[in-house]
């Protein structure tokens, strides 16, 4: 009885919160037909968008890789002064509002900001344009990598490092063949994780991006921009398509969580 | 370690300070002021009123659900937990034009909460939903059942056993969870902005309170409450710190 009542509980709050408006969404953009649709995310604006995204998120992306490698390591395997605050300085992107993060890059860079005014004379526009978007993206995809990265190199010490070392590997040698290996998982888990947030970011974007559309509009952009404009199959087309990405990202994730459990 | 410095500094660090330079330039009253103006306290207001009740009533279904996850067996449940993520993964202007397709003025079921504090409510509980079911879900899988086992061969009814051998466990999860979902709920922006119509006074929260401030030529403005905002993340992340920390304490008991 109590576990029948616990069931449907639960399954109908995940069907009204979470499956049956996503359901809607599919319905929605595939309401008139398989055309429309199609036509909506071909637009010039809909192609543009979408190379941004990806532009972006292909600049975003190997950047927080590379750093987020070396942070867990310098976190796990050094000791320094200040590791307290690398730690809560990597966590912060979690927790603060993407607006905040988009007002504090626009009041930097900004024609009067600390930078702004020095790279607008030097004819270099950051706000308003996709240096802006590109570093607020690296802002808010900063934890992903090193927050997945962290507890394997934790969990699989340093024996093989040293090894390696004493049998005559140079640092990289060792990066390369013992611990890279190891965290291999890890990484993919990460990445995957930085890229779905980097695709979908939306408030530090919209902060700085000024909106121009065929120019500095995103797939969320995008979106937001044709529902406004009553353009409701553009708009919908265009969040199936980044619901689809979402959905992948989930089976990507699948994929690689497992690995990752029986190391 | 100095690329570590350098990249943290560049990102994250220059901007922030960059927004507290700001808040301050119009001195100690500018920003009083600032922060103090109704309709900037009406909207912080409502932002953590929310964000406490969407924490809570996660707290309370999200336990339902980690349980029937964990200790029930049904048709469908390995779709059901992979899709739990699906509002980590969902962009948050998609999940909001989501619930604007059910829970708006054209939606099918004739629920219309657009414009209104439910939405504001709604779209919160959407983007949190994942926070306590994923805190609870691998302590109740690691939970030895045979304290379960011994309250009832004792007589406990399951309301009793729940109470006091499995709750008292769990609970240091369902905090974390709340503290997470509460962080996420504070700066939500996304998901808010289309269903609520940001009506100030009404359904404007935090975040479009700071954009309006930046889109009508106030960042003055729009940085003073925006240092609120991070005061609060912080805070929030320190609990959050603090609780793994006495989590794993507690694990090792």
């Known amino acids: 009885m109590s576990r029948w009542l616990l069931r449907v509980l639960g399954l109908s709050y995940l069907a009204v919160l979470l499956a049956a408006p996503v359901g809607l969404v599919f319905w929605r953009t595939f309401e008139h037909g398989f055309g429309p649709a199609w036509d909506a995310v071909t637009t010039p604006a809909a192609k543009h968008a979408l190379y941004l995204t990806l532009l972006i998120a292909a600049i975003a992306v190997p950047a927080n890789t590379i750093f987020g490698i070396v942070c867990a390591l310098a976190i796990v395997r050094y000791r320094f002064r200040g590791k307290g605050i690398v730690n809560a300085l990597v966590d912060l992107p979690l927790a603060l509002s993407p607006v905040v993060v988009g007002l504090a890059y626009f009041l930097l860079y900004s024609r009067n900001g600390w930078f702004g005014g020095w790279l607008t004379d030097h004819g270099i526009q950051v706000v308003f344009a996709l240096p802006a978007m590109v570093l607020v993206t690296i802002f808010v995809s900063l934890p992903f990598v090193v927050r997945e990265v962290v507890p394997v190199l934790h969990e699989i010490g340093t024996e093989q490092e040293q090894a390696a070392s004493t049998l005559g590997a140079s640092p990289w040698q060792t990066f390369r063949k013992v611990t890279l290996p190891a965290i291999r998982w890890a990484v993919a888990y990460g990445v995957v994780l930085t890229t779905a947030r980097a695709l979908g970011e939306f408030g530090a974007v919209s902060v700085v991006s000024g909106h121009v559309v065929g120019k500095t509009e995103t797939m969320t952009l995008h979106v937001e921009e044709s529902y406004q404009a009553f353009d409701y199959t553009g708009a919908y087309a265009a969040s199936f398509v980044l619901a689809l990405i979402a959905i992948s990202t989930l089976v990507l994730m699948s994929l690689f969580k497992p690995k990752e459990e029986t190391r | ?253």
């Open chain 2, 1 to 253: 370690m100095s690329f570590v410095t350098a990249y943290l500094s560049l990102i994250v660090l220059l901007p922030l300070a960059a927004l507290v330079w700001k808040s301050a330039d119009a001195g100690r009253t500018g920003f009083w002021d600032a922060v103090t103006d109704p309709q900037a306290v009406a909207a912080l207001k409502l932002t953590l009123v929310v964000s406490v009740a969407v924490s809570l009533i996660n707290a309370v279904f999200g336990t339902i659900v980690a349980w029937i996850l964990v200790r029930d067996r049904f048709w469908g449940q390995g779709v059901v937990n992979a899709i739990i993520d699906l509002p980590f993964a969902l962009p948050t202007i998609v999940a909001g034009l989501t619930l604007l397709a059910l829970y708006g003025p054209n939606g099918p079921v004739g629920i219309d909460v657009a414009f209104s504090r439910a939405a504001v409510l709604v779209a919160l509980l959407f983007v949190t939903l994942p926070f306590v079911i994923r805190t609870v879900q691998p302590v109740l899988l690691e939970l030895d059942r045979e304290m379960e086992e011994a309250s009832a061969s004792l007589g406990a009814g399951p309301l009793r056993t729940f109470r006091y051998i499995v709750f008292p466990n769990l609970f240091p999860a369902i905090l974390s969870g709340v503290a997470l979902a509460f962080a996420r709920a504070v700066g939500e922006f996304g998901s808010i902005v289309l269903i609520s119509g940001n009506l100030p006074f009404k359904t404007e929260v935090a975040s479009v309170f700071i954009f309006g401030r930046i889109e009508s030529g106030d960042p003055a403005g729009a940085a003073a409450v925006s240092v609120v905002i991070l005061a609060i993340s912080f805070a929030a992340l320190l609990g959050i710190g603090a609780l793994r920390r006495w989590r794993t304490r507690h694990d090792r008991v």
